[in-house]
C-alpha cells in the first residue's frame, strides 16, 4: 500500500510538473534546484515533438554551454538548436525535433542560475561535475520516467571541459547507486578540453589561412610558448592571464578576426563584455546579445515564471573569473579515465572555421591519449561522410572514441552545419 500511494503522488506529480505550456511548441518544464544553501540551478526541458505515442522513446541530451558562465538556456537555445530562433521563428534543425532535450544553466550563477553571494560560485572543474551531478539526483525524483531513457551529454566550447569530468563523476554516483540513470555517451564539441593544445595551434592555422603574416605568426607565438611553459609549471594562473594577452595580440595582428569563425571579422558594435552581478555595471552588449536579453528578461521571464529578483545574462563575468586559476588546466587524463574505465561513448566534434578551439588542437590533445584502445583509434580509415552529394564531415572511431570533423563550421556547430550535427545526432543516439 505504501509503495501504490507513492506511485500515485508521483503520477500526480509528473502531471503538475511535466507537459507544461512554457515559451514556444510543444511541451516542457523547467524549474530551480538547490544545489547547495543560497545557490540554485535552473534547467529549461523540452520534451520531444517527434511523432511518438510517449516521449520516453526518444533519448533525452544534455545541453551544457561554454564561457564559463554562458547560459545554454539563452545562448544555447535561441541561438544553436532550440524549437525558436531568437526572433521567434521556428527552426528547422531543431534537436527537438528527434529527442528531449534538457539546457542546464552550468556553472551555478550562468543564466537564470543564481547564488546568494558570489563567495558560493564554483572555482575548479571539480566542483562544477560535483553540482551537476547533485543537479541530477534531483532532476531524477521529479522525472522517474527519464530513469531509463538513454542519457547523452552534449556540451560546447568550455562544455567541452565540464561535460568530461561530469559524465564520469555521474558514472560513478550511478555505479554506487545514488541515482538511477542510462548513461550512454558525451559529446564534447568546439572543446576547451585541453587549453594549451587549442592557443597553441592559433598560430599556425592563422599563418596556413593566410590571416597573418610570418610577424604576426611571431607575435602569437611568443605570447603562446609564454602559457606552454607557465602550464608546463601548472602556474596555471599566470597561464590564464598571458591567454587574456594572447587573445588580444591575436585580434591585432588579424585585424579583428572572429575567434568563431575565421571566415568572419568583427566590427565594433559586435564587442562586448560581460555582464556583473551589479546591473549598473553592465558594459557593452553586443547587438544581438542586446535581442537575446530582451527575449530572456521579457517575454522568457514571463512565460516561466522566474522571481523578478533573478536577473538572467548571457555570461557572468564572476562565474568567469571565479574560474580563472582553474581556467587553463586540460582534463585529458579525465577522458583517458572515462575510455579506460567505463562503457561511455566518447566523442569530439570539431568545426574547420574554428579558432578559438581550432582542429589542429583537438587533433592534437587526443593524440596524447593514453588507453587501451589507442591503437585501434590511430589505424582506423578516417571516413568522409556526403549528404545529399555534398562532403559534409569527416568521421574516424576506434574502441569508443570517435572524432567528428565537421565542414563549413566554426564553432557553433549545431548552427553552422546542422546537417552534418543531424547526423551525428542519429550516429550517437540512434533515436533510442
Known amino acids: 500500500m505504501e509503495n501504490l500511494c507513492g506511485f500515485m503522488i508521483h503520477i500526480l506529480w509528473i502531471g503538475l510538473v511535466g507537459a507544461k505550456t512554457g515559451y514556444g511548441p510543444g511541451e516542457q518544464d523547467w524549474g530551480f534546484v538547490e544545489i547547495i ?66 539546457f542546464i544553466d552550468s556553472p551555478l550563477g550562468s543564466g537564470f542560475s543564481h547564488v546568494d553571494n558570489i563567495t558560493l560560485l564554483p572555482s575548479t572543474n571539480n566542483e562544477i561535475a560535483e553540482d551537476l551531478v547533485t543537479f541530477m539526483k534531483e532532476f531524477y525524483e521529479v522525472h522517474r520516467e527519464l530513469e531509463e531513457v538513454p542519457l547523452h551529454i552534449f556540451s560546447q566550447s568550455y562544455g567541452g571541459k565540464m561535460a568530461p569530468e561530469f559524465a564520469l563523476e555521474l558514472y560513478y ?32 592555422l592563422l599563418l596556413n589561412m593566410g590571416i597573418v603574416d610570418k610577424d604576426g605568426y611571431n607575435m602569437i607565438m611568443e605570447s603562446t610558448n609564454r602559457i606552454e611553459e607557465y602550464a608546463r609549471n601548472e602556474e596555471w594562473h599566470k597561464a590564464f592571464m598571458e591567454w587574456a594577452n594572447t587573445s588580444h595580440i591575436t585580434m591585432k595582428v588579424t585585424e579583428n578576426v572572429s575567434f568563431y569563425n575565421i571566415l568572419k571579422y568583427l566590427k565594433e558594435e559586435d564587442f562586448e563584455t560581460m555582464e556583473t552581478d551589479n546591473e549598473t555595471d553592465v558594459g557593452h552588449v553586443s547587438n544581438h546579445n542586446l535581442i537575446l536579453k530582451s ?18 545574462s548571457a555570461q557572468k563575468s564572476h562565474v568567469f573569473m571565479n574560474l580563472a586559476s582553474d581556467f587553463m588546466r586540460p582534463v585529458i587524463n579525465i577522458v583517458n579515465n572515462i575510455l579506460n574505465n567505463t562503457n561511455l561513448k566518447v ?70 552545419n546542422p546537417i552534418a550535427m543531424s547526423y551525428i545526432l542519429k550516429k550517437l543516439t540512434t533515436y533510442g
Not at 361 to 381: H, S
Request: hydrophobic share 40%; net charge neutral; glycine share 12%.
Open 37 to 102: 544553501p543560497g545557490g540554485r540551478m535552473f534547467y529549461w526541458l523540452y520534451y520531444t515533438t517527434a511523432d511518438v505515442s510517449n516521449y520516453t522513446e526518444r533519448p533525452l541530451a544534455i545541453w551544457l554551454q561554454g564561457g564559463p558562465g554562458v547560459s545554454a538556456t539563452g545562448k544555447g537555445n535561441f541561438d544553436e538548436l532550440g524549437p525558436l530562433d531568437v526572433n521567434g521563428n521556428e527552426r528547422n534543425w531543431t534537436w527537438v525535433k528527434q529527442m528531449n532535450v534538457l
Open 173 to 204: 554516483a550511478i555505479e554506487r547507486g545514488e541515482l538511477r540513470s542510462n548513461l550512454k555517451s558525451v559529446a564534447l564539441g568546439s572543446p576547451w578540453t585541453s587549453p594549451i593544445d587549442s592557443v597553441m595551434s592559433w598560430g599556425p
Open 295 to 312: 527575449l530572456m528578461r521579457g517575454p522568457v521571464s514571463k512565460a516561466l515564471g522566474i522571481p523578478s529578483n533573478v536577473k538572467w
Open 347 to 416: 566523442a569530439v566534434l570539431s568545426g574547420q572555421l574554428d579558432l578559438i578551439c581550432a582542429t589542429p588542437g583537438a587533433v592534437n590533445w587526443i593524440d596524447k591519449l593514453e588507453w587501451i584502445y589507442r591503437q585501434e583509434f590511430v589505424e582506423a580509415p578516417r571516413i568522409g561522410i556526403r549528404i545529399d552529394n555534398n562532403l559534409e564531415l569527416y568521421e574516424k572511431s576506434g574502441g569508443n572514441l570517435t572524432m567528428f570533423w565537421v565542414n563549413r563550421a566554426g564553432h557553433m556547430i549545431p548552427a553552422g
